[in-house]
């Protein structure tokens, strides 16, 4: 029994920390491989909970309840323009399965909302309230991937307005494009019924097309959603997991609807609404935990030695951020590219996560400035003033005063001589180490 004890805590102990102490150059190949797949899931499952996404997705939930009808009156209004209204509505149909007759209902209130957004003084608070729903809805999507992506600034209100519905100019061409594939596989399957090999395949094929829809639309959320550049490979990986995910608990959803007839005795009517708030929590459960996957597969390598950082030494501290310094001032004097975060990671072989802390502690002191990299969008960092006064001392000494001291303690008297060790430490050190890092 201790050893199994003493085996989970040595589990515990290398999934939180030991294997964040493992970087790319020191595994490669096939274990390398399980290493940053296991990293991932590691991380997405704590940022999940600590996250508190099950929260947001019941937020996302009530928004969409509310803008449901006119969202689905937006699409059907596009659709139709297009002949392709009664493409969506077999495709919702046949989507959502036991609820049936609950979804004609809701077809009749679309109905109802379109009819009274052609004229009247309707017309005008319809298609505000319409175009405020959408962007509503949208708005509060973004803003939980953004938190996810940790994407301090949204989109301007022109961004949202153009993406957003062009986003949703899509969806009815997806989903006729979607019934015009299932008709040719039927059409396919109907006239090779007879042949062993051909039908099969095009039944398998049949069966796998929603799986397809759903990647598309899931790998659509997360590169165009966050208001970052998001990997393709990092979001259709969690595209591909996400939107399978949901296919299975779709199909958990709609045989369990069969065994939901309790429900009928206590709601009556009414018994659709707290399965059909259920199916939307759960979906945007599923959502959220694949934008962490996709964050966590990009992002992976910004918290290596996370808990190490937040334990790091003065004395380490400080020679990293000479090294730093001396990588930026050399550069800098010998007129070549300056560097970003991940290129002085990369190059250097240091964690991602100690360079991003040092580097802005770096340029909160005026030591290094922000530029433009060798790429555009990219953030690269170069000497903030004359590198000719930039010594030893000088980095230290600015880095040591930066901060608060407006606490008076030091105005006690049997404090006061402590100033006067700690002063003439430092006086020492600065003396010993006047030497310009650029000649280092």
């Not at 309840?65 to 495709?91: K, Q």
């Not at 957004?117 to 939980?144: D, P, R």
């Not at 979607?178 to 095009?202: E, H």
Request: glycine content about 6%; aromatic content about 16%; overall charge neutral.
């Amino acid at each position: 029994m201790k050893k199994i004890i003493g085996y989970i805590f040595e589990l515990i102990r290398f999934v939180t920390i030991d294997i964040w102490r493992i970087t790319e150059h020191d595994e490669t190949g096939r274990r390398g491989i399980v290493y940053y797949i296991l990293k991932t899931v590691v991380l997405t499952v704590q940022r999940f909970f600590k996250g508190r996404l099950a929260v947001k997705a019941s937020a996302l939930t009530y928004y969409s309840v509310f803008a449901m009808i006119p969202l689905l009156a937006f699409i059907f209004g596009i659709a139709r323009g297009f002949g392709m209204d009664s493409h969506i509505a077999d495709f919702l149909i046949k989507e959502i399965g036991t609820q049936g007759d609950s979804l004609k209902v809701v077809f009749g209130m679309i109905e109802s909302y379109l009819e009274h957004t052609k004229g009247g003084a309707f017309i005008g608070i319809g298609i505000v309230f319409l175009l405020w729903s959408v962007m509503k809805v949208f708005t509060q999507i973004e803003n939980s991937f953004n938190e996810i992506w940790q994407v301090k600034k949204p989109r301007s209100v022109v961004r949202k307005f153009t993406d957003y519905f062009s986003l949703l100019f899509l969806v009815p061409f997806l989903i006729a494009i979607s019934s015009a594939i299932s008709f040719y596989f039927k059409y396919l399957g109907a006239a090779f019924n007879d042949n062993f090999i051909i039908s099969p395949t095009v039944s398998t094929m049949l069966s796998f097309q929603p799986y397809l829809i759903t990647w598309l639309i899931f790998t659509m959320l997360y590169l165009i959603i966050p208001n970052t550049k998001v990997k393709f490979k990092n979001a259709f990986c969690a595209g591909v997991l996400a939107g399978t995910a949901f296919q299975v608990f779709k199909q958990i959803y709609v045989y369990g609807q069969t065994w939901a007839t309790n429900y009928n005795a206590v709601y009556g009517s009414l018994a659709a609404i707290p399965l059909l708030l259920l199916f939307i929590q759960i979906t945007w459960i599923i959502v959220l935990f694949g934008a962490e996957l996709s964050f966590a597969g990009q992002s992976v390598r910004n918290y290596e030695f996370e808990s190490d950082v937040k334990l790091i030494s003065q004395r380490y501290y400080e020679f990293v951020a000479v090294a730093i310094a001396k990588i930026v001032i050399k550069r800098f004097e010998k007129g070549e590219q300056p560097l970003s975060l991940n290129q002085i990671s990369s190059q250097y072989k240091m964690p991602i996560s100690l360079v991003s802390v040092i580097v802005d502690d770096l340029c909160k002191v005026g030591i290094l400035n922000e530029t433009f990299g060798s790429t555009y969008g990219d953030i690269a960092y170069q000497p903030a003033i004359d590198v000719n006064v930039i010594s030893v001392a000088f980095l230290l000494e600015r880095m040591n005063h930066y901060g608060s001291e407006n606490f008076k303690i030091e105005e006690r008297e049997e404090f006061a001589h402590i100033w006067e060790y700690l002063n003439s430490s430092h006086e020492l050190v600065k003396e010993n180490s006047e030497i310009l890092i650029k000649d280092m």
